[in-house]
């Protein structure tokens, strides 16, 4: 034998030896694996294999919606203390519909969990089996104590008002969840097949998951539309969020979102712009980014390591996102004698109610003008957040920016 066969039956050898070496290992059972329900398993699971994602997640606010206030007391962003709750609660005279001194206030070993923490916090508390929302709510801004629904609060099932948006996996008949907060399955869909199956089995694994980048644009932008919405539930009329629905699938089977101006919103200003909370998805239904394909993530991120700190998780820090795209723009009326440094200030006026002011972002894109405030009083402006000085006067800023604009008025 020649020195070269050696060497071809030396390497030979390597290669059977490899496979009796993978054979040894246990084949994976997909077929076992795929024929169980799904189920959730919770984003501690995930973490497992992907802890960037992970670790970038946790810093983000859906991580923190629901917070266990039992195992972790941090959660709670202020002392429950009740003699200053109930003086707070008193100064509201009126507008309480329970006397002060009888309001439902919950000792601190009551609490379940904490919900927000942000520009509000409310309190979970456990009674007959059911969560419901202590009758009170605290608003960071201001550091003030007010009430909510002191007078039905445990009428008021937490599950079925606002369980499915702020935590995961809700299951109404069984009144559980799988995890407080807006856990990795929220967005990914169950996720008990994808991770049973082994890291070597990468196909299968992109197969038994939802990732939202691979989506078309609208079935992608749904998942956000879930919870960053107002609508109608399809199958529980009683509840207010979108029973059913899992990521990947069409909302509006289960959740009808109304466009403005279709009659079933509530909550909107005289001319279909809105002043309740989340609705981002309903407002930006009728800007031009919808038309082009702009979606939610082309403007936000939901978990990405490196990136530096942006307030709402921005892409990028504040109006300077908006250059990524707009890099022409008219130098006409308001653009032509402003400084271009605030494009937010204008065209996502703070008008949405989130607390007991305006402090959330229109997401609609279209500028308030003071002519739309002089047409109906009830209606904010963009301009006034800047322009605020008592004397001023709307007239002859719109005259200004819009030389002629109110001649016909
Ligand atoms: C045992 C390890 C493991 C666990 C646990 C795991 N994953 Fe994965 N995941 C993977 C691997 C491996 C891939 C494939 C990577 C690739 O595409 O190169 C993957 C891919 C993904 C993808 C991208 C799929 C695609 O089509 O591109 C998403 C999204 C994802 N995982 C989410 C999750 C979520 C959510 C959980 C928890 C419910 C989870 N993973 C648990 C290993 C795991
Ligand atoms: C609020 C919704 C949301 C949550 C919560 C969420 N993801 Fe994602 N995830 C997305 C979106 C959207 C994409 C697609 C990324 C894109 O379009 O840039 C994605 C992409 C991914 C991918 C594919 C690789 C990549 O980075 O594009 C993995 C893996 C992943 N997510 C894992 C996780 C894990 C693990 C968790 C929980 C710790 C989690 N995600 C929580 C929305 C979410
Ligand atoms: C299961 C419900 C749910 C889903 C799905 C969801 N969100 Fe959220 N999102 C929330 C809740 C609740 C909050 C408020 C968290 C808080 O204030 O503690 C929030 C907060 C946010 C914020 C504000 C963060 C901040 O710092 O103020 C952004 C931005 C956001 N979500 C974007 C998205 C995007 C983009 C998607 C889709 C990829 C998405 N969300 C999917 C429920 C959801
Ligand atoms: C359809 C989904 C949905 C339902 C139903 C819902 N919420 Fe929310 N909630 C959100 C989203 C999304 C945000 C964050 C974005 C925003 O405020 O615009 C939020 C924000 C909040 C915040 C502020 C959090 C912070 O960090 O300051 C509180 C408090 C809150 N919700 C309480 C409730 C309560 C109590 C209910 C039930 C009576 C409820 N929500 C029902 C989706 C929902
Ligand atoms: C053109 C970019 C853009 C698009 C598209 C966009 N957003 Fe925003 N969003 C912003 C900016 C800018 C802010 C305010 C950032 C800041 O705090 O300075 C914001 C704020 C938010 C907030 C924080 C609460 C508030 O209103 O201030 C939430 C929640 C949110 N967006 C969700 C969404 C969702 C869900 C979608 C998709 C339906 C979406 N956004 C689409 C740019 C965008
Ligand atoms: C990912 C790209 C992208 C980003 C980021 C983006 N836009 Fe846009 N925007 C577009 C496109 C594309 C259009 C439609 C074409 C056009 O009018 O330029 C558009 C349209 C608009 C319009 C409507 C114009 C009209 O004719 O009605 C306004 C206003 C606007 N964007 C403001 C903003 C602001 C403010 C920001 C930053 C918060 C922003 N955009 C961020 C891509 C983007
Ligand atoms: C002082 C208020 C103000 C500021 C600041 C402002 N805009 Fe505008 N913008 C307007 C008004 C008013 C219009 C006219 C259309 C309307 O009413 O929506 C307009 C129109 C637009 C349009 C459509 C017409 C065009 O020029 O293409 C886009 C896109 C736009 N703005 C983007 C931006 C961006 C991006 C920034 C920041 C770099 C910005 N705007 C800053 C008030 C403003
Ligand atoms: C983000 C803050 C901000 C917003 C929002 C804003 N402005 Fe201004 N405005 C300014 C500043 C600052 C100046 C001084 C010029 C500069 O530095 O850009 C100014 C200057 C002006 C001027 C010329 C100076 C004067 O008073 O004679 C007019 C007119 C004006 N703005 C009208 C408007 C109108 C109309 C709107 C709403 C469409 C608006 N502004 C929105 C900050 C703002």
Redesign the pocket.
């Known amino acids: 034998m020649r020195g070269k066969d050696l060497v071809t039956i030396f390497f030979l050898g390597l290669v059977v030896l490899a496979m009796l070496a993978c054979g040894g290992e246990r084949p994976v059972d997909i077929e076992n694996i795929t024929s169980q329900p799904k189920q959730y398993v919770g984003s501690d699971t995930c973490k497992m294999c992907h802890l960037e994602h992970y670790d970038s997640w946790k810093m983000?606010?859906?991580s923190?919606?629901l917070q266990n206030a039992e195992e972790n007391q941090d959660a709670i962003i202020v002392p429950i203390d009740e003699k200053q709750i109930r003086e707070d609660l008193a100064n509201m005279g009126d507008e309480l519909k329970v006397p002060p001194d009888q309001i439902y206030i919950p000792n601190i070993d009551e609490i379940k969990f904490t919900i927000?923490?942000?520009w509000t916090q409310r309190f979970l508390v456990e009674k007959n089996g059911d969560f419901f929302i202590a009758p009170l709510q605290y608003n960071a801004e201001n550091h003030r104590w007010v009430t909510y629904h002191e007078e039905d609060w445990d009428q008021r099932s937490w599950l079925l008002k606002c369980g499915g948006?702020?935590a995961?996996g809700v299951d109404l008949e069984k009144k559980t969840f799988i995890e407080p907060g807006?856990g990795c399955e929220?967005?990914h869909g169950q996720g008990s097949w994808h991770a049973a199956l082994p890291k070597t089995a990468v196909f299968e694994k992109r197969q038994t998951i939802i990732n939202?980048a691979k989506l078309t644009m609208g079935v992608a932008v749904q998942?956000?539309a879930?919870?960053?919405s107002k609508g109608q539930p399809q199958n529980e009329k009683e509840a207010s969020w979108a029973v059913g629905y899992k990521p990947g699938r069409s909302l509006e089977t289960y959740y009808r979102t109304p466009y403005f101006g279709d009659g079933n919103i509530k909550q909107v200003y005289a001319d279909h712009f809105d002043k309740g909370h989340h609705q981002q998805y309903n407002d930006w239904q009728v800007s031009q980014h919808y038309r082009e394909g702009v979606t939610?993530?082309s403007c936000?991120y939901?978990h990405q390591l490196g990136l530096p700190a942006t307030?709402?998780?921005t892409v990028g820090a504040g109006s300077q996102q908006c250059f990524e795209c707009h890099q022409i723009l008219n130098k006409t009326t308001a653009h032509a004698i402003h400084s271009f440094a605030n494009c937010i200030g204008c065209h996502m006026p703070r008008i949405v109610k989130s607390t007991e002011s305006g402090k959330n972002h229109s997401h609609t894109m279209v500028v308030l003008l003071p002519k739309d405030t002089i047409d109906n009083a009830e209606l904010p402006n963009s301009c006034m957040s800047c322009h605020k000085h008592k004397d001023a006067d709307l007239k002859e800023l719109q005259e200004k920016a819009f030389p002629g604009s109110l001649d016909d008025w």
């Open positions: 983000t606010l859906h923190r919606m927000g923490s942000q948006c702020h995961t807006v929220a967005c939202p998942i956000c879930s919870c960053h939610c993530t936000h939901v307030g709402s998780q």
